[in-house]
Nanobody, 123 residues
Framework: VQLQASGGGLVQAGGSLRLSCVDS????????MGWSRQAPGKEREFVAA????????YYADSVKGRFTISRDNAKNTVYLQMNTLKSEDTVVYYC?????????????????WGQGTQVTVSS
């Protein structure tokens, strides 16, 4: 699994961004996928996750109702649509592949967290 996130950038508060994460490996459809985020000097925070089929999704309370995770297994890509962005959403976002039978909302269930993409929300 080799993960590359993209789509970050600068956006005004209330705006939207869509992040993408491409898995260049060959087992994308075998894994649940997730997004996390981390600010400098702070702990990584779970954001969202999606099951292998895409049928089940999971969200942190802080983003529920604003963010939507989806995946396209034909394109080996997982997305994070972020709407109604707030200044506190300004961090680096990472995607990861889920392994094993751990919880979808546990950071420990995902590895690795690939290269991140910076999101900056201006107020």
């Amino acid at each position: 699994v080799q993960l590359q996130a993209s789509g970050g950038g600068l956006v005004q508060a209330g705006g939207s961004l869509r992040l993408s994460c491409v898995d260049s490996g060959r087992t994308f459809g075998d894994n649940g996928m997730g997004w996390s985020r981390q600010a400098p000097g702070k702990e990584r925070e779970f954001v969202a996750a999606i099951s292998r089929s895409g049928r089940n999704t999971y969200y942190a309370d802080s983003v529920k109702g604003r963010f939507t995770i989806s995946r396209d297994n034909a394109k080996n890509t997982v997305y994070l649509q972020m709407n109604t962005l707030k200044s506190e959403d300004t961090v680096v976002y990472y995607c990861g592949a889920k392994y094993g039978f751990g919880s979808y909302v546990s950071l420990d269930s995902f590895k690795p967290w690939g290269q991140g993409t910076q999101v900056t929300v201006s107020s």
